[in-house]
């Protein structure tokens, strides 16, 4: 299976503010799918001192805090959106 992004017009809402599809592209950078990485990799092995939160590095703890941040949020909407009925899969789009 492939995924084809569409990068169009259709505004989306994200904590910060909304923004066009078609501007994603620029946040894809190299230093987000590292970011990405990172944080997949501690959620599916731990943290990477191996002695727990307060021997990490701050950037590494706000890098968790941030994703982890985001999944939540997307979970609450995904059960939110299930109670209401709102169609799957969509998440507070916004076209004006």
Known sequence: MTWHPVYDDMREEFSFGFLKRKEFKKYLTPDFYTAFAIWRQCC???????????????????????????????????????????????VHTNNR
């Open 44 to 90: 599916r092995r731990g943290l990477p001192s191996g002695k727990g939160w307060a021997d990490e590095p701050e950037a590494i703890l706000e890098l968790l805090d941030l994703f982890d941040d985001t999944r939540d949020m997307l979970d609450r909407l995904k059960a939110a959106q299930k109670t209401t009925g709102e169609e799957p899969g969509r």
